[in-house]
């Protein structure tokens, strides 16, 4: 069983999408404690937390229905986020467990999550300036799959995307655009 100390250690040594392969099918095969992994993802070596954080995307993305019982515990810590590096991985992970496409248990594990500190939290990144592009696009892409159980979030990211657009490069003109539109605003 990798202890959380062997686990540090293999995050220290080289690192890349191999690695991160090998050790997201580690830590499926001997069922690692995610929260342990979520831990670490605020460790005070930058580096080390956002190799963590790397590892824990691709963990619960390799199998977000076995997963999602830890949304609870992931999203009680987001308030906390301040490692530059692993705020998209965040907001990339609950992109993806809130699609509309996303497994009924999933679903089913957020109906049971109060989600307004994070819909707070990803409103924040997309409004701070200093906050990268791709950590505004995947928290725009959450904040547009959560608008049917917040209704006001419509009208607010709207505004919020179409502030973005003034000044916005190629990304956030591309995306932001596709959002406007879909969310009936264009």
């Not at 409103?123 to 725009?140: G, L, R, S």
């Not at 502030?163 to 605003?185: E, H, T, Y």
Request: proline residues 2%; contains cysteine; glycine residues 4%.
């Amino acid at each position: 069983m990798l202890s959380q100390d062997q686990l540090i250690q293999e995050l220290y040594k080289t690192f890349g999408k191999t690695k991160i392969a090998k050790l997201t099918a580690i830590i499926n095969e001997q069922s690692l404690d995610v929260n342990t992994l979520i831990d670490l993802t605020f460790h005070a070596d930058k580096t080390l937390g956002f190799r963590a954080m790397w590892l824990l995307d691709s963990v619960m993305l390799s199998d977000i229905t076995r997963y999602s019982a830890k949304l609870q515990y992931l999203l009680s810590r987001i308030k906390d986020v301040r490692n530059e590096s692993c705020k998209r991985h965040y907001a990339r992970i609950m992109m993806h467990m809130t699609m509309a496409d996303a497994p009924e248990v999933v679903k089913a594990a957020l109906q049971d999550i109060n989600l307004e500190d994070t819909v707070e939290q990803f409103f924040d990144w997309i409004i701070d300036p200093n906050v990268k592009v791709a950590v505004k696009i995947f928290a725009a892409d959450t904040l547009f799959n959560l608008r049917h159980r917040y209704d006001w979030i419509t009208d607010e990211l709207a505004n919020q995307v179409a502030f973005m657009l003034r000044d916005g490069g190629p990304a956030i003109q591309s995306r932001g655009r596709k959002l406007l539109a879909a969310l009936g605003k264009k």
